[in-house]
């Protein structure tokens, strides 16, 4: 027996990606706050007179309502809640890079509720402050608590609490080792950087402060993103190829 079609009205959701789909619709990834990742179908968004146009844009907040029995939802409304505008130069791709951090690493129908909020607080920084550098930290160790893959901040290998003044050896999927132990690893085991108890404790803390602090907790998300993403993160990539070409 076919499951019953949901309907669900007025959900806060944020716009990850949209596809062209057969003659005039898009196939979507919402981000929504309680229900997760949602892919819909938004039938006719990209004829001229369709009421879609002008809110399916991403970085901004809208209230979405959909329904549908399978995995594929359709979206019947959309409303766009406004707060910022939209991201532009180098802030756009922080909110790229942002969506698809979201979009590679959570599942569909999936609530990370304190992930949404988080996306919320990151992009409204993106739109609107200069340096969003520390927001966007926070936002990259928020994704990785939410989805069970940040380790332990407070406590070291032997369960001891982080010391400011220690170093400390950082591995994913491993506590944290303070420096002098981590000679003895084997190669294979080695993996990982070399970061400040001062660093890691702003970084749990959310209050990350001064540049030093930000240059390792990049050492940190970074470590610990691309480990879940080998195959790398095309919003960086293209970043990177536009920074080497203007210093050429």
Known sequence: MAAPSQRINHEPAFLL????????????????????????LARSARKRQSELRGVLVPFVPVSASWYGAQELKTLHRAEWLGGWPQPQ????FSGLYANELVLKLTAREDPHPALYD??????????????????????EWALLTALG????LQHDERGLPVEAAQTYWLRPEHPLLP??????????????????GS????????????????QEALKITRLLLDFRLPEGIKSRQILQQMQSFQTA
Request: glycine residues 8%; charged residues 15%.
């Open 17 to 40: 990606a949209a596809t062209p789909w057969r003659e005039s619709s898009l196939w979507l990834e919402m981000f929504s706050r309680r229900y997760g990742r949602v892919a819909m």
């Open 89 to 92: 130069g180098r802030a756009l």
């Open 179 to 196: 420096l002098a132990e981590a000679a003895g690893l084997a190669a294979a085991e080695a993996a990982g950087v070399a970061v400040q």
């Open 118 to 139: 988080a996306l919320h607080n990151v992009m409204a920084a993106i739109a609107t402050e200069p340096n969003h550098v520390a927001a966007l930290r926070r936002f």
């Open 199 to 214: 660093t890691v404790l702003q970084l749990a803390a959310g209050a990350l402060s001064g540049g030093d602090a930000l």
């Open 149 to 152: 893959f940040a380790p332990d």
